[in-house]
């Protein structure tokens, strides 16, 4: 439901909060790729959590009214928290990093992971539950530590590790490493 609010958000961006504009169900169900009776269960679940007020065409071929009751950026910041609250960290980043969402709403959500992040260093597990989701979402950041792990050990003593040891090729004369 949040995501099809961000949909019809990104359709207007023009439409001011608590300014009804006239809108077609047909024109919605285009839209957001659904059917018309599927348009209004949406529409009846975003008014009742509040996003939006709906007054529905009376008659055949009248436009209904559609107004939105909340700031896109509140929104976002909802669904957000949400989805760090229930552990999907990865699809909270994901749906931040959308086209659309305003830089400034974006640096809130991060400034909330964060804040997040050093409470959980007083709760070593679930700060090692949200590394860990954090490792996941990331593959650059993977392969960054991967890499930084195995070289370690020539920086921190003076016999490196397995992983990160090599020979190098023995090409007649010259010595070897």
């Not at 504009?21 to 839209?31: D, G, K, N, S």
């Not at 890499?147 to 190098?168: E, L, M, Y």
């Amino acid at each position: 439901m949040i995501e099809r609010y961000f949909d019809l958000r990104q359709i207007y961006p023009d439409v001011k909060e608590n300014v009804p504009f006239p809108v077609r169900v047909a024109e919605l169900a285009e839209i957001l790729c659904c059917s018309p009776r599927n348009v209004k269960h949406l529409l009846k679940k975003m008014e009742t959590a509040g996003f939006i007020k709906w007054e529905p065409g009376k008659g055949r071929g009248n436009r209904s009214k559609l107004t939105f009751t909340l700031p896109l950026g509140t929104v976002v910041i909802y669904h957000f928290k949400d989805l760090l609250n229930k552990g999907k960290v990865d699809q909270g980043i994901q749906f931040i990093h959308r086209k659309g969402v305003p830089e400034n709403i974006r640096k809130m959500c991060f400034n909330h992971l964060q804040s997040q992040y050093r409470s959980a260093a007083s709760d070593t597990k679930k700060q090692q539950d949200l590394s860990k989701k954090l490792f996941q979402t990331f593959p650059v950041m993977r392969h960054l530590v991967r890499q930084i792990h195995d070289t370690s050990p020539w920086f921190i003593s003076t016999r490196p590790a397995k992983a990160s040891s090599f020979i190098w090729p023995n090409h007649g004369n010259q010595t070897d490493l």
